[in-house]
């Protein structure tokens, strides 16, 4: 079946745009979950929604990132003025339970560069 | 701290060799999860091993291993006989719950493992 897909795979902006990142996650899979991975470095973990529940944003690093997600489907991460150091690739992953341990999926991330 | 730390930053092999990735973490929760995850230069993370804190069991897959070691916080993986396709950057991973109370992935800093032919 279809694995996790993201749009757009690259995205060039100039600072202080703003840009939107899509993620369609597996579907049946009622978890979601955003994380950033910047040059030469893990994933940091962003935001995470569970069903219809409300998201868990602890992770998000400025209030000018945001995230939305339509019921159990597609999920947008929008980050508004963008700064250099947003340039990182931004990593959407989803589960099929957000359950402790349950295996994550990820997809092949939207590579953002902020010039 | 919770926190993963992999201390090896780039490996070089020649095929046919072994070669072990280290993977230390640091918890404070009695109950966790473990994983690997290899992140070949397409970009997209793949699933590897998802290890329970119950479980010391070492477990081996292929040519893939590895050993669990709860009294030293490790988690290490072992590629045996390696081949040029195992080239890749290798992540460890620790589970965690969030200020939130969801459940998020804490993610070593990876260690990029290039086997040349």
């Known amino acids: 079946g279809a694995g996790v897909s993201q749009s757009p795979s690259n995205k060039v902006t100039e600072k202080g745009k703003d840009v939107e990142l899509r993620c369609d996650p597996i579907?049946?899979?009622?978890?979601l979950y955003w994380y950033r991975q910047r040059l030469g470095q893990g994933l940091e973990f962003l935001i995470y929604f569970q069903g219809n529940s409300a998201p868990d944003k602890s992770g998000l690093p400025s209030d000018r990132f945001s995230a939305e997600r339509t019921g159990e489907s597609v999920s947008t991460l929008t980050i508004q003025r963008t700064q250099q150091e947003d340039s990182a690739v931004y990593l959407c992953?989803?589960?099929?339970?957000?359950?402790?341990?349950?295996?994550?999926?990820f997809g092949p991330g939207t590579r953002l560069t902020v010039t | 701290a919770q926190k993963v730390t992999q201390a090896q930053t780039e490996i070089s092999v020649v095929e046919k060799e072994d070669v072990t990735l280290d993977c230390v973490y640091e918890t404070r929760d009695t109950t966790y999860y473990l994983f690997w995850y290899k992140q070949p230069p397409s970009g997209e993370l793949v699933f590897l091993i998802r290890r329970n804190s119950f479980d010391e069991q070492n477990e081996i897959s292929g040519r893939y291993s590895w050993n669990f070691q709860k009294s030293t916080s490790s988690f290490n993986f072992t590629i045996t006989a390696s081949q040029v396709v195992d080239s890749a950057v290798y992540f460890c991973a620790l589970s965690v719950y969030t200020q939130g109370g969801s459940e998020k992935l804490v993610f070593g800093k990876g260690t990029k493992l290039t086997v040349n032919p």
């Open positions: 579907s049946g899979h009622t978890a």
């Open positions: 992953a989803s589960s099929l339970r957000g359950l402790a341990g349950v295996k994550q999926y």
